[in-house]
T-cell receptor, first 114, second 110 residues
Framework: DAEITQSPRHKITETGRQVTLACHQT?????MFWYRQDLGHGLRLIHY???????NKGEVSDGYSVSRSNTEDLPLTLESAASSQTSVYFC?????????????FGQGTRLTVV | GENVEQHPSTLSVQEGDSAVIKCTYS??????FPWYKQELGKGPQLIID?????GEKKDQRIAVTLNKTAKHFSLHITETQPEDSAVYFC?????????FGAGTQVVVTP
């Protein structure tokens, strides 16, 4: 069965370190997204991609970067981790920007920056 | 996301009663409105969605209504059961990019 997986599920890192969260989907979806989830804020969009070599900033992109070298993967990098980036991160994918179809979410990565 | 307002933030209902969650949005170009359910420790999962050419959609105990003129849509859960306890998110989709409401914690008490 097709799926979307995130790794690691939990990560503790120190302030100032570079951290990369992995997201891999086997749906062959064009669209991929990264969200962070914080209490009282719901899911906020960090970065998104409509296809290979395409990346776009979301509403909370400062301090984060992504790259899309193939269809399956959209890794999220925190260039210099800050305590404000402690959060639960969700990756999602959907079929097409015009299809208005369901987004499928990974299980999440809980990141703690100490 | 600030473009989607969701109310209430918490909702406690007796088993068997109905639950209603309301959302408003601002982008008139939005034409797809999904609802997601998130259980503890898991990612959100789609439970129902509605497109802008439809005013209401039903799937067993859940239904969604959409008023495009007023830019609001609602989730209705009837005959609630303990397994309906979760966080529910509304969302709007404009050009394949989803904006989510802040979520509603629903607690169904036996």
């Amino acid at each position: 069965d097709a799926e979307i997986t995130q790794s690691p599920r939990h990560k503790i890192t120190e302030t100032g370190r570079q951290v990369t969260l992995a997201c891999h989907q086997t749906w062959n979806h064009n669209n991929m997204f990264w969200y962070r989830q914080d209490l009282g804020h719901g899911l906020r969009l960090i970065h998104y991609s409509y296809g290979v070599q395409d990346t776009n900033k979301g509403e909370v992109s400062d301090g984060y970067s992504v790259s899309r070298s193939n269809t399956e993967d959209l890794p999220l990098t925190l260039e210099s981790a800050a305590s404000s980036q402690t959060s639960v991160y969700f990756c999602a994918s959907s079929e097409s920007s015009t299809a208005n179809t369901e987004a499928f979410f990974g299980q999440g990565t809980r990141l703690t920056v100490v | 996301g600030e473009n989607v307002e969701q109310h209430p933030s918490t909702l406690s209902v007796q088993e068997g009663d109905s639950a209603v969650i309301k959302c408003t949005y601002s982008d008139s170009a939005s034409n797809y409105f999904p609802w997601y359910k998130q259980e503890l420790g898991k990612g959100p999962q789609l439970i129902i969605d509605i497109r802008s050419n439809v005013g209401e959609k039903k799937d067993q105990r859940i239904a969604v209504t959409l008023n495009k003129t007023a830019k609001h849509f609602s989730l209705h859960i009837t005959e609630t059961q303990p397994e309906d306890s979760a966080v529910y998110f509304c969302a709007e989709d404009s050009w394949g990019k989803f904006q989510f409401g802040a979520g509603t914690q629903v607690v169904v008490t036996p």
